[in-house]
């Protein structure tokens, strides 16, 4: 062992230990994983780099853009309102839909983005039912993870490790759009059904005993919403305006002709000019604005002081102690005529609000819900009325492009599977198209993607070419092979299996496929065996998260669900071994082990 390969291994090593103790950023980690490549002269400056020009990063880079263009248009927000539309207070119906829905979307996205998605309309429909929302949410990030090897562009991994087999010396082509689908479809239902029938009854009670619903950063707030003249909700009840099934609003009251009360019921008839008090989430209650046909009451006073020129800015405030507005209504204190600013919504934890907003007497501790113009806000800032507690991203959904997207997401992947060109450049012509499109703008889009993600696969790209460079991969490939002797092809399988899933709870997916790869690729051509079949295990092992919260869409539902470290364990350990079983079984069967 010479001593570059020494080198690189403590490299490595040390890389392991930072990226499982997380004392820094894995993005820092791979960049000074990177540097330390460059500066011990174990890879060129040229070849170190080459990681951010390649097929992969392009690919990764151009599917990212158009996932944010298909949440910027609504798309997968109008897809997962369609979804769950019909869902009901039935524990087991809601867990299904909430699993397959999640599932169907990460087979054609990222499971982090659709993990994403769905976080806050569960904990929305766990609130409403009453449902404890861990019993739903780590099924979700798990159901969502499950499909990572149905297709191609199901997960990154996936075409991190097709870019480098296609990178190595080997000459292997790239994996196909849906050559992994025989063994990731199975894997797929047969998880699906063992965290249905098992693995829900594992997860221990999580729920909290102040009844939050673990939203981080979003509240039940009371609002009042005018229906005007003009609506199409006009004539219709309660039950067809889509209020509830669309919106998640909770109708509390109807104020007709300012003086007339009328408990909301089911076959309740809506006029024009009716006031309606409404409790839902701060997310749900700014969705009034993209619905035609209704208002916030505070929209249509606020339009006289309003230019519509500037711009109008949403944030959250705190009635701090010694506020003049506690005790007080916001009709006596004039908030509006004194600022220029308008209440939207309160929020008072543990205390449902049904009278119109003007006539409630604010305490201490009550949140409210504000917009105005930017320098209006900014001049509450410094007062002691309020405490800002944080300015609201109210970017409405451009809905009139969302077919668009749809049609460009879609002929990308048609293209690139089919083979009409390759899928790198694919995905670069859908990400022009989405801008030309007006789809996103460059701006939205790049703020969407995750850099971090990116850096990091670029980044660790170069240790895969130093561990071929340094012939490090060839040594390890050695001892493996030296270790197993004569051993049935299957144990070796079972070793490199064992070795990435290891390797991936501490470590993210891409960068333990990128350690594994070139070790498993040579030791296959030592032995005589198929390459390939062991590049499709190590992809199908990346993918197989579930042991520790680490991986992205765990860590979306970590927090809100109140889940420990051992419910990863408890739950993940026999999910892992079964898909062990069905990959050690069918890929040989799909990828012949000799050549």
Not at 196 to 224: H, K, Q, T, W
Not at 417 to 430: C, I, K, N
Not at 502 to 521: F, G
Request: aromatic share 8%.
């Amino acid at each position: 062992m010479n001593g570059q390969i020494i080198l690189l291994l403590t490299i490595l090593g040390i890389s392991l230990v930072l990226f499982a103790f997380e004392w820094v950023a894995a993005d820092v980690v791979a960049l000074g994983v990177l540097l330390s490549l460059i500066l011990s002269g174990l890879l060129p400056t040229k070849e170190a780099f080459a990681g951010f020009g390649s097929d992969t990063f392009i690919l990764i880079l151009g599917l990212l853009i158009l996932t944010a263009s298909l949440l910027r248009t609504g798309v997968v927000e109008l897809t997962g309102r369609v979804i769950l539309r019909r869902t009901n207070t039935d524990p087991n119906g809601l867990l299904i839909i909430i699993m397959v829905a999640s599932a169907g979307l990460g087979a054609f996205m990222s499971n982090t983005a659709s993990t994403a998605f769905f976080v806050p309309v569960v904990l929305g429909i766990a609130q409403r039912t009453k449902i404890d929302p861990s019993k739903l949410l780590l099924p979700l990030a798990f159901a969502s993870i499950l499909t990572s090897s149905v297709t191609l562009v199901s997960t990154s991994t996936n075409l991190v490790v097709s870019g480098l087999i296609t990178q190595s010396r080997y000459n292997l082509a790239p994996i196909g759009m849906f050559e992994l689908t025989p063994v990731g479809l199975p894997i797929a239902v047969v998880g699906l059904l063992y965290m249905y029938f098992i693995g829900r009854r594992l997860i221990p009670d999580r729920a909290v005993s102040n009844g939050s619903n673990g939203l981080s950063g979003n509240y039940p707030y009371l609002a009042e919403v005018i229906v005007l003249s003009e609506s199409r909700l006009v004539g219709k009840t309660l039950a067809e305006s889509g209020l509830g099934s669309d919106l998640d609003l909770t109708v509390l009251r109807i104020v007709r002709n300012k003086t007339r009360y009328i408990a909301p019921r089911t076959n309740t008839v809506l006029e024009g000019g009716d006031i309606l008090l409404v409790e839902g989430w701060r997310d749900d209650l700014l969705k009034i604005k993209d619905r035609a046909g209704v208002e916030f009451k505070a929209d249509a006073k606020f339009t006289d002081l309003a230019n519509p020129d500037e711009q109008i800015e949403v944030l959250e405030a705190l009635i701090l102690p010694g506020s003049p507005l506690i005790g007080r209504t916001l009709r006596g204190f004039q908030l509006r005529e004194r600022f220029g600013v308008q209440v939207l919504a309160i929020n008072r934890s543990g205390e449902s609000l049904r009278r119109k907003l003007s006539e409630v007497s604010l305490k201490l501790g009550d949140v409210l819900l504000l917009q105005g113009q930017p320098e209006e806000l900014s001049s509450l800032e410094g007062s002691n009325i309020f405490r800002v507690l944080g300015k609201i991203r109210n970017e409405r959904p451009n809905w009139g492009r969302a077919p668009i997207a749809i049609a460009i997401f879609g002929g990308v992947l048609l293209v690139g599977s089919v083979g009409l060109m390759p899928m790198p450049v694919a995905v670069l012509l859908g990400a022009l198209l989405v801008f030309l499109t007006r789809c996103i703008t460059p701006e939205e889009a790049y703020r969407e993607v995750e850099w971090k993600a990116l850096i990091l696969i670029g980044s660790m790209l170069a240790l895969g070419a130093a561990m071929q460079n340094t012939g490090t991969a060839e040594f390890l490939a050695d001892v493996i092979v030296n270790t197993v002797g004569q051993a049935e092809p299957f144990w070796i399988l079972t070793g490199f299996f064992i070795l990435t899933v290891v390797l991936t709870q501490p470590m993210s997916n891409q960068a333990a496929a990128v350690v594994v790869i070139p070790v498993a690729l040579q030791t296959a051509v030592t032995l005589g065996l198929n390459p390939r079949a062991f590049a499709m295990t190590i992809a199908l092992a990346a993918s197989c998260s579930y042991l520790t919260p680490l991986e992205p869409s765990c860590l979306m539902v970590y927090g809100p669900g109140h889940y420990k470290f051992a419910d990863f364990l408890r739950v993940g350990a026999p999910l892992t071994l079964i898909i062990y079983a069905i990959t050690i079984v069918m890929v040989p069967l799909v990828w012949p082990l000799h050549l």
